[in-house]
């Protein structure tokens, strides 16, 4: 059996993605790692992060983005493809540059992948998450937020990244260009797999976030929409979390890769503790509007957790 990684993206460091942690945390598991690496900007040292790892399991890959091509956030879902086809795995193990595997599970994985080899069934593996909002200690856990996804799948042609590269689905005939399309595409058979995906992609300076959103509204939006914006003044204020002591605090442990990179965290009095739970920012996130808030305390106070019209982008099989 053999288990390749892979990831993609741009401008990574200085956005403060932990993609060098992203890539180490599962290096231990997998027989090769692909990284597709954008055409960042000059001041973006992530590509010598990744070299310093020094690994031969590791693969760098340079590619360019174009959004023109692939608009509405689809070159992410183009970036993974690129690395994904790179793969020659039995199982291809997914990470976003934000996204990191605690050490304890990766027996886990490597044992769940190894019973459900012959499973041909079973088309991928399904992962709980944690949200880390802020800082390292609060968590978004409400209707909005997503509580399981796809990020080990089989190695076959159909499997594309889809959409924005939030998950994957089977596109048979794939033009290689509409990630987004709907018609003719098909969910995947997976398996849970007793594991969790720290996300930390909420978890920068204030300031560095506002970079961020930036960033994705360009690859969302295009150049010409985030230019108006910015006429507008929209990304010149300092991100603002919402009311922390409101969230769900987290008491379990970080992955220990990630241990140098949150001590970096200093950024706590730019952080509110008190005053409205939403956030101020001029752009209302799903979560802080007032339909979701009350759906989230439905859920959580009446209904003992259990979501309501929750979206899977992928069919459960009992193995």
Same mark, same amino acid.
Request: proline share 3%.
């Given at each position: 059996?053999?288990?390749?990684?892979?990831?993609?993206?741009?401008?990574?460091?200085? &956005?403060?993605?932990?993609?060098?942690?992203?890539?180490?945390?599962?290096?231990?598991?997998?027989?090769?790692?692909?990284?597709? &690496?954008?055409?960042?900007?000059?001041?973006?040292?992530? %590509?010598?992060? =990744?070299?310093?790892?020094?690994?031969?399991?590791?693969?760098?890959?340079?590619?360019?983005?174009?959004?023109? @091509?692939?608009? #509405?956030? *689809?070159?992410?879902?183009?970036?993974?493809?690129?690395?994904?086809?790179?793969?020659?795995?039995?199982?291809?193990?997914?990470? $976003?540059?934000? /996204?990191?595997?605690?050490?304890?599970?990766?027996?886990? =994985? #490597? $044992?769940?992948?190894?019973?459900?080899?012959?499973?041909?069934?079973?088309?991928?593996?399904?992962?709980?998450?944690?949200?880390?909002?802020?800082?390292? /200690?609060?968590?978004?856990?409400?209707?909005?937020?997503?509580?399981?996804?796809?990020?080990?799948?089989?190695?076959?042609?159909?499997?594309?990244?889809?959409?924005?590269? +939030?998950?994957?689905?089977?596109?048979?005939?794939?033009?290689?260009?509409?990630?987004?399309?709907?018609?003719?595409?098909?969910?995947?058979?997976?398996?849970?797999?007793?594991?969790? =995906?720290?996300?930390?992609?909420?978890? %920068?300076?204030?300031?560095?976030?506002?970079?961020?959103? @930036?960033?994705?509204?360009?690859?969302?939006?295009?150049?010409?929409?985030?230019?108006?914006?910015?006429?507008?003044?929209?990304?010149?204020?300092?991100?603002?979390?919402?009311?922390?002591? @409101?969230?769900?605090?987290?008491?379990?442990?970080?992955?220990?890769? *990630? +241990?140098?990179?949150? /001590?970096?965290?200093?950024?706590?009095?730019?952080?509110?503790?008190?005053?409205?739970?939403?956030?101020?920012?001029?752009? %209302?996130?799903?979560?802080?509007?007032?339909?979701?808030? !009350? !759906?989230?305390?439905?859920? @959580?106070?009446?209904?003992?957790? #259990? #979501?309501?019209?929750?979206?899977?982008?992928?069919? &459960?099989?009992?193995?």
């Amino acid at each position: 059996m053999k288990i390749s990684g892979f990831t993609m993206g741009k401008n990574a460091l200085k &956005l403060y993605y932990p993609m060098r942690q992203s890539v180490e945390s599962i290096l231990p598991l997998v027989d090769e790692f692909v990284v597709a &690496l954008g055409d960042s900007d000059e001041d973006d040292i992530t %590509r010598a992060e =990744i070299a310093a790892i020094g690994s031969e399991k590791i693969r760098i890959v340079d590619t360019v983005w174009d959004i023109e @091509k692939y608009p #509405r956030g *689809m070159e992410h879902a183009h970036q993974t493809d690129i690395a994904m086809d790179l793969c020659s795995g039995d199982w291809l193990f997914y990470l $976003q540059s934000d /996204e990191v595997v605690h050490e304890r599970d990766l027996e886990n =994985i #490597r $044992q769940r992948c190894e019973e459900l080899l012959d499973d041909h069934d079973v088309e991928g593996l399904l992962f709980r998450y944690h949200h880390f909002w802020g800082d390292y /200690e609060h968590l978004q856990d409400g209707h909005c937020w997503y509580r399981r996804e796809i990020r080990i799948v089989r190695n076959l042609p159909e499997i594309h990244s889809w959409e924005s590269a +939030q998950s994957f689905r089977k596109i048979p005939g794939f033009d290689g260009v509409n990630y987004r399309q709907q018609a003719g595409t098909h969910k995947l058979n997976v398996a849970n797999v007793d594991a969790e =995906i720290f996300h930390y992609g909420w978890v %920068r300076p204030p300031r560095v976030m506002q970079n961020k959103i @930036k960033a994705f509204s360009i690859n969302h939006r295009g150049r010409e929409s985030v230019a108006k914006m910015e006429a507008a003044h929209h990304f010149d204020h300092i991100f603002d979390y919402g009311n922390l002591s @409101k969230y769900t605090r987290y008491e379990g442990t970080h992955p220990a890769v *990630m +241990q140098p990179w949150m /001590e970096k965290f200093d950024w706590k009095e730019q952080l509110r503790f008190t005053g409205p739970t939403q956030s101020l920012n001029p752009f %209302r996130a799903k979560h802080d509007k007032l339909k979701y808030r !009350v !759906v989230t305390w439905i859920e @959580k106070n009446l209904l003992g957790g #259990r #979501r309501l019209g929750e979206f899977a982008n992928f069919i &459960l099989l009992k193995r």
